[in-house]
C-alpha cells in the first residue's frame, strides 16, 4: 500500500512539473482572467456609460446592466462565465493534459516507467482537479476586483456578497469546472487526438447543450432530458445563487440534483476514462 | 528448460500479436535471452520487432501466448522499475527541456532528482540540457531516450533501432555502452534492421519476417557457412572436375567464378586437381559469409524484406 502511495505521489510530481511548465495551462488562465475584467466588466461598463440615446435602451436597461457590475453581485455575474467562457477554457485544458500525450506519443513514456496506467491516470486527475480550483478563484477573483472598480468608480462599495455566497461560488465554480475538464480529458483518452477532443468537446458543449436544448426548450421531452446534461445542471446550480438583476431565467432542477447530476459526471468521466486506458493498446 | 539452464531474464513463449482480423504482426514468437547476452533482434521493416518490444513493456496486450521480462508479466510496474526502454524513436515533451524532461521519467521511476545529471553526462548531453527538446536533432533526441533509458540503472535494457540518427562516434559509443552493460551482467534486447550493427554488438541473434521467427542463435552460427570462390578457365572443365571431386550439388557457377559451398577445407585439393588437368586457376580463396547475406538469403527464401 505505501509503495502504492509512493508511486503515486513520484506521478503526481512529474504531472506538476508537466502542467507547471507547459505555457498553454497558464495561457487558459490569462485567457479566463482578462476575459471576466476586460470582456465582460470593462466592454459592458463600457458600452453602457457610453450608450447614445439613440440605441433605444431605457434608463432602467442601462441601470440593471450596470447594476450586474456591482461588487454585490460579483459572485452571480461571476458563474454566469463560468458556464460559457469557463467551460470551454476547462474542457480545452482537460483535452491537452490527456490527448497530447498521444499526439507526442509520451504515453508510452510514462507507461513504461514503472507507474501503472491508473495511478498515471489518478496522478493526472490529482493534479488538474487542484487546477480548476485555482482557476475558480481566478474567475472569482477577475470578478471581484473588477466589481471592485466599477463599483469605486460609480460609488457603490458598500454592499458585498455574504461570505457564505462567496465561499458557495467557489465551489460551484470549482465543480461545474471539474465536470468540463474531466469531458475534456476523457475525450482525450477517447479520441486519442487533441483536435478531435476539443473540436467535439466544443461542438458538444456549443451545439448540443448551447443550441439543440435551447432550442426545444419548451418540448416536454427535451426538457426532461435537459435534466440530466451537464450544462443543463451546471446552469441551474448557477441560479442556485440568486438571479443576476437583468436576468430572468429559471432553474431546471434544484441546486441539490444539480450538485448530484454533477458529482455523477465526475465519477463516470474518470471511470471511463480509466477503463478505456486500461484495456486499449498503447500504439502511438 | 533444463536444469542447467540460467533462468532466462526475457522469454516468450508463443506470443501472438494480432491487429483486427487481417493483420498479424507477431506470429507465436518464441524467444529466450539469458542474463549477460546483448541480443539482436533483427528483421526488415514491418517484420514485428517493435510490437514484440512493446508487449514487452505492457503497451500491447498479446493476442496469444506469454511473455515474462526480469520475472514478471509485461506492465507490471515491479518489472517496469527493472527495464530501460526505448521503444521507437526517443520522444519527450517538446516545451520541456531536456533536463525537465529527464526529471519528468525520474519521478516517474522514483528516482531522486539527481539522478539526472550523471544520466545527462553519460550521454553527453549536458551542453544542451538546457534546451527544448523540440529544438534537438535527431542524434540529440536519441541520446536523450538513451539517459532516459539508462537513468534507472535498469537489469534489462529494451532498445529499438538505437543507433537511428547517431553519428559513427555515437554509434561506436553505443557499442561500448552495450558490451559495457553486458559485461556487468545487464541484458538487453536490441532490436534493428541495421545488420552490420547487430554482428558487431550482439552475441545472439534472433532473426524475424512478418512475424514469425525464422532464425536464432549466437551470430557466428547464423552466419552462412564459408565457400570458396575460384576463377579458373576454362570454367566449364573446372565445373566438371570438382563436381567430380564434391558431387554437383556442391559447385554452382556465378558470375564467372566456381562457388563451392561444402568441402572448403579440401581447397588444397581442388587446387592441386585443377592445375593437374591443366586448367588455368588464377584466384581461389575462402570466403566467410557476413550475417547481412545470411540475413538476405533466410528473408528472400520468406518472400524478401520489405
Redesign the interface.
Given at each position: 500500500m505505501s509503495s502504492l502511495a509512493a508511486e503515486f505521489g513520484a506521478s503526481v510530481r512529474a504531472e506538476v512539473l508537466k502542467l507547471r511548465k507547459r505555457p498553454s495551462t497558464w495561457i487558459i488562465c490569462l485567457i479566463a482572467f482578462l476575459y471576466v475584467a476586460l470582456l465582460d466588466y470593462l466592454l459592458t461598463y463600457v458600452v453602457v456609460k457610453t450608450a447614445p440615446r439613440r440605441a433605444g435602451l431605457s434608463r432602467g436597461t442601462l441601470h440593471t446592466l450596470i447594476n450586474n457590475l456591482y461588487p454585490i453581485n460579483f459572485v452571480r455575474y461571476s458563474l454566469t462565465d463560468v458556464v460559457v467562457i469557463g467551460a470551454a477554457l476547462a474542457l480545452i485544458l482537460g483535452a491537452l493534459a490527456m490527448s497530447s500525450e498521444y499526439d507526442w506519443r509520451t504515453l508510452r513514456n510514462a507507461f513504461s516507467q514503472g507507474p501503472g496506467r491508473l495511478t498515471v491516470l489518478a496522478s493526472k486527475v490529482a493534479v488538474l482537479i487542484p487546477l480548476t480550483g485555482i482557476l475558480s478563484l481566478l474567475f472569482l477573483g477577475a470578478a471581484a476586483l473588477s466589481s471592485l472598480v466599477v463599483g469605486s468608480l460609480d460609488g457603490h462599495l458598500g454592499s458585498w456578497p455574504a461570505l457564505s455566497q462567496v465561499v458557495g461560488g467557489f465551489f460551484a465554480t470549482w465543480l461545474i469546472l471539474s465536470v468540463w475538464l474531466l469531458l475534456g480529458l476523457f475525450l482525450g483518452v477517447l479520441l486519442r487526438q487533441t483536435a478531435m477532443a476539443i473540436a467535439a468537446g466544443l461542438v458538444y458543449a456549443i451545439v448540443v447543450e448551447g443550441l439543440i436544448l435551447s432550442l426545444f426548450a419548451s418540448n416536454g421531452v427535451i426538457e426532461a432530458i435537459k435534466k440530466i446534461f451537464p450544462g443543463a445542471n451546471a446552469k441551474a446550480l448557477t441560479l442556485a445563487f440568486g438571479q443576476l438583476p437583468s436576468s430572468s431565467a429559471t432553474p431546471l432542477v434544484g441546486a441539490g440534483q444539480a450538485v448530484a447530476v454533477l458529482f455523477g459526471y465526475v465519477l463516470v468521466f474518470i471511470g471511463i476514462s480509466a477503463l478505456l486506458l486500461r484495456r486499449r493498446d498503447v500504439v502511438g | 528448460m533444463t536444469g542447467d539452464a540460467p533462468q532466462a531474464v526475457i522469454e516468450t513463449a508463443g506470443l501472438t500479436k494480432r491487429f483486427g482480423p487481417g493483420v498479424l504482426a507477431v506470429d507465436r514468437l518464441d524467444l529466450r535471452v539469458e542474463p549477460g547476452q546483448v541480443y539482436g533482434f533483427l528483421g526488415p521493416n514491418g517484420a514485428g520487432k517493435t510490437t514484440t518490444l512493446?508487449m514487452l513493456?505492457?503497451?500491447?496486450?498479446p493476442t496469444a501466448g506469454s511473455a515474462m521480462v526480469a520475472g514478471h508479466t509485461p506492465?507490471a510496474?515491479a518489472g517496469?522499475?527493472q527495464?530501460g526502454?526505448m521503444?521507437e524513436e526517443a520522444?519527450?515533451?517538446?516545451?520541456?527541456s531536456g533536463r525537465?524532461n529527464l526529471?519528468?521519467?525520474a519521478?516517474?521511476?522514483?528516482l531522486k532528482p539527481s539522478a539526472v545529471e550523471p544520466a545527462l553526462s553519460w550521454v553527453g548531453l549536458q551542453p544542451a540540457a538546457k534546451f527544448k527538446f523540440k529544438t534537438y536533432s535527431t542524434g540529440m533526441k536519441q541520446r536523450l531516450g538513451l539517459a532516459?533509458a539508462l537513468m534507472?540503472d535498469p537489469k534489462v535494457l529494451l532498445l529499438d533501432e538505437p543507433s537511428n540518427g547517431l553519428d559513427p562516434e555515437g554509434i561506436v559509443w553505443l557499442r561500448q555502452l552495450l558490451r559495457g552493460f553486458a559485461a556487468k551482467g545487464g541484458t538487453a534486447l536490441v532490436s534493428s534492421h541495421l545488420l552490420g550493427e547487430i554482428e558487431q554488438m550482439c552475441d545472439r541473434v534472433a532473426i524475424v519476417q512478418s512475424g514469425r521467427l525464422l532464425r536464432e542463435g549466437p551470430v557466428a552460427s547464423l552466419r552462412a557457412a564459408a565457400q570458396l570462390e575460384i576463377t579458373a578457365a576454362p570454367l566449364d572443365a573446372a565445373a566438371r572436375l570438382v563436381e567430380g571431386l564434391l558431387g554437383a550439388a556442391a559447385v554452382r557457377v556465378a558470375d564467372g567464378r566456381l562457388i563451392v559451398t561444402s568441402g572448403t577445407d579440401r581447397a588444397a585439393e581442388i587446387n592441386r586437381a585443377l592445375v593437374g588437368a591443366g586448367i588455368e586457376v588464377s584466384e581461389l580463396y575462402r570466403r566467410q559469409a557476413s550475417l547481412e547475406e545470411s540475413f538476405l538469403r533466410l528473408t528472400a527464401e520468406e518472400g524478401g524484406p520489405g
Open positions: - | 512493446r513493456v505492457g503497451l500491447l496486450r506492465g510496474p517496469l522499475a527495464i526502454v521503444v520522444v519527450f515533451y517538446p516545451y520541456l525537465d526529471l519528468v521519467v519521478r516517474y521511476c522514483r532516459a534507472k
